[in-house]
């Protein structure tokens, strides 16, 4: 079975400093990572995915993700951030059955 | 784009009450999902459908049944309504073909209260 864990509830940062939201997995087989984003009143839409390849994953709106195997690890990063980017962040994991998400981490992005 | 479309924003209900939670997604999806999202515990899955008439129970499908009919609509019904079913329900659609890499298209969501 696979499991994730997101350390972080909430994140705050001033808008255009740079932010990491930290992701761990485990999983005894090969996985899939995915990164989903929900804005205020909304359902959740991928921001990114790690199916194979590149450790190194770009998204939209300027977010990437590296896939560290040996740590186990798929922390969401952005050089700078926007006002716009305050949201819940959900990462995901699966081993070919049903996704499993993270708790989310809230991202608060103040002027 | 996929489209999912979730029939109530939000609802308030009595508890007894019978609740149906409509869903539907306009790009012939095959597998539909519903997901019940509360604070620090995240999207934790209900059910799921892979097709028509078929359903399959997700973490945690006590107090649920699903229903497809269609392969566009996929429905959520609470048999008797508590207050520990308020909640956001979020619906959502994926290919079939692509398998566990398939991303999830996922609907606004219906914020449940019952009372």
């Known amino acids: 079975a696979q499991s994730v864990t997101q350390l972080d509830s909430q994140v705050p940062v001033f808008e255009e400093a740079p932010v990491e939201l930290r992701c761990n997995y485990s999983s005894s087989v090969s996985v899939y990572l995915f990164w989903y984003v929900q804005y205020p009143n909304q359902g959740l839409q991928l921001l990114l995915k790690?199916?194979?390849?590149?450790?190194l994953v770009k998204g939209i709106n300027g977010f990437e993700a590296e896939f560290n195997k040996s740590q186990t690890s798929f922390h969401l990063r952005k050089p700078s951030v926007h006002i716009s980017d305050t949201a819940e962040y959900f990462c995901?994991?699966?081993?070919?059955?049903?996704?499993?998400f993270g708790t989310g981490t809230r991202l608060l992005v103040s002027p | 784009d996929v489209k999912v479309t979730q029939s109530s924003r939000y609802l308030v209900k009595r508890t007894g009450e019978k609740v149906f939670l409509e869903c539907v997604q306009d790009m012939d999806h095959e597998n539909m999902f519903w997901y019940r999202q509360d604070p620090g515990l995240g999207l934790r899955l209900i059910y799921f459908?892979?097709?028509?008439?078929?359903?399959e129970k997700g973490d945690i499908p006590e107090g649920y049944s699903v229903s497809r009919e269609k392969k566009e609509r996929f429905s959520l019904i609470l048999e008797s309504a508590s207050t520990n079913q308020t909640s956001m329900y979020l619906c959502?659609?994926?290919?079939?073909?692509?398998?566990?890499?398939?991303?999830?298209?996922f609907g606004n969501g219906t914020r449940l209260t019952v009372t």
């Open positions: 995901a994991v699966t081993g070919f059955q049903k996704l499993v």
């Open positions: 959502a659609s994926s290919l079939l073909g692509q398998g566990a890499a398939s991303p999830l298209h």
């Open positions: 459908s892979y097709d028509v008439k078929m359903k």
């Open positions: 790690y199916l194979s390849g590149s450790t």
